[in-house]
């Protein structure tokens, strides 16, 4: 079965920065489109950023455009996530998921697989 597994969560003040990981595992991600999701407390889910299966098209919530950056090392089988000048409302669980979709990539529910997140805690 196809594995996903975040890391590179955890406590940070505002303003800081942290870089999440999403590894995959008994599959190779070269054919995916990758996306990173997340859920606050209390919120729905929301996508964030996606990138596609060639790594030449990416997507960004307007929530973090500006602050996230997404890329991907297909010889690591590894998507990053980079975070900087994190407030509190980027505090959520944040997922990363998978579909087979190769020219562009979509923020939306068509992801297949997916991993058990990883925490994002945004407090002074």
């Known amino acids: 079965q196809l594995q996903l597994a975040e890391s590179g969560g955890g406590l940070v003040q505002p303003g800081g920065s942290l870089r999440l990981s999403c590894a995959a595992s008994?599959?190779?991600?070269?054919?995916?489109?990758i996306g990173w999701f997340r859920q606050g407390p209390g919120k729905e889910r929301e996508g964030v950023s996606c990138i596609n299966s060639k790594g030449t098209v990416t997507n960004y919530a307007n929530s973090v455009k500006g602050r996230f950056t997404i890329s991907r090392d297909d010889a690591e089988n590894t998507v990053y996530l980079e975070m900087n000048n994190l407030t509190s409302e980027d505090t959520a669980v944040y997922y990363c998921?998978?579909?087979?979709?190769?020219?562009?990539?979509?923020?939306?529910?068509?992801?297949?697989?997916w991993g058990q997140g990883t925490q994002v805690t945004v407090s002074s």
């Open positions: 998921a998978a579909r087979i979709l190769f020219t562009t990539c979509k923020l939306d529910d068509e992801y297949i697989y």
């Open positions: 008994k599959f190779t991600m070269e054919y995916y489109s």
